[in-house]
């Protein structure tokens, strides 16, 4: 595994924090975890020190799960050890076919539904934050199916359970900066959600070719040619 293939990883999540079916929940997620309701215009002291631990709490959430999922897809990917190759193939085509999906060159229903879990907390505490994260994680949107579904490719061809983890981790830790330190000045950006949001078609257009190419990379084996510069 080489630093490019972490890199991507850690872009992918970057740009699922940004991605415009994630964007326009994050400012309802914020709330939340503010304890606040929508009516207030200004968060208090009290609910901005709540925000952030509870932010913190919620990236740990989803960051166990989907460390653990690189884990399970790398566990599989050694079974097929000896057909890496083709496994190689498909994963660059799974991941060329999120990005055209992502870019609306195809409409795949499938990776179109969204599937969400109800699970309603009342007065949100780290440990219950957590909870949360992991809920929030496990019926996300159909952006974190792109974009984890790549990372989850290039972590079926690791070489190492551990490798895959860390690859996952730092997927992870690319959507939970933007997502904790948003939630530090979250009062003096949210009017830069909706402008962002009216650049949604880019965004998806940016973030779907950034698929192509690393599926691209993947199914031709080329990532390996990186570990050079590395």
Not at 12 to 32: D, K, V
Not at 86 to 108: D, P, T
């Amino acid at each position: 595994m080489t630093l490019i293939s972490y890199f991507l990883t850690f872009t992918e999540g970057i740009l699922t924090f940004i991605s415009p079916c994630i964007l326009p929940m994050l400012p309802i997620y914020f709330l939340y975890l503010a304890g606040q309701s929508e009516k207030d215009e200004k968060l208090s002291s009290s609910n901005k020190n709540r925000l952030l631990i509870n932010s913190i709490g919620f990236v740990i959430g989803f960051t166990l799960v989907f460390t653990a999922l690189g884990a399970t897809v790398t566990s599989l990917g050694h079974f097929l050890v000896n057909h890496r190759i083709l496994l190689e193939r498909i994963s660059g085509l799974a991941m060329i076919v999120f990005g055209l999906n992502f870019i609306g060159i195809l409409k795949l229903n499938f990776l179109n539904m969204e599937k969400r879990i109800d699970f309603k907390f009342k007065r949100l505490r780290f440990l219950s934050s957590i909870v949360f994260g992991i809920v929030f994680s496990l019926g996300w949107t159909p952006c974190l199916g792109a974009f984890l579904g790549s990372a989850l490719a290039l972590a079926s061809n690791s070489k190492t359970i551990l490798q895959g983890m860390l690859l996952l981790l730092i997927y992870s830790i690319g959507l939970g900066i933007p997502f904790i330190l948003t939630s530090i000045v979250f009062e003096k950006v949210k009017g830069a959600f909706k402008q962002i949001q009216k650049h949604s078609r880019a965004i998806s257009i940016v973030s779907g070719v950034l698929l192509i190419v690393a599926g691209i990379m993947v199914f031709t084996g080329s990532l390996k040619y990186f570990s050079y510069f590395a």
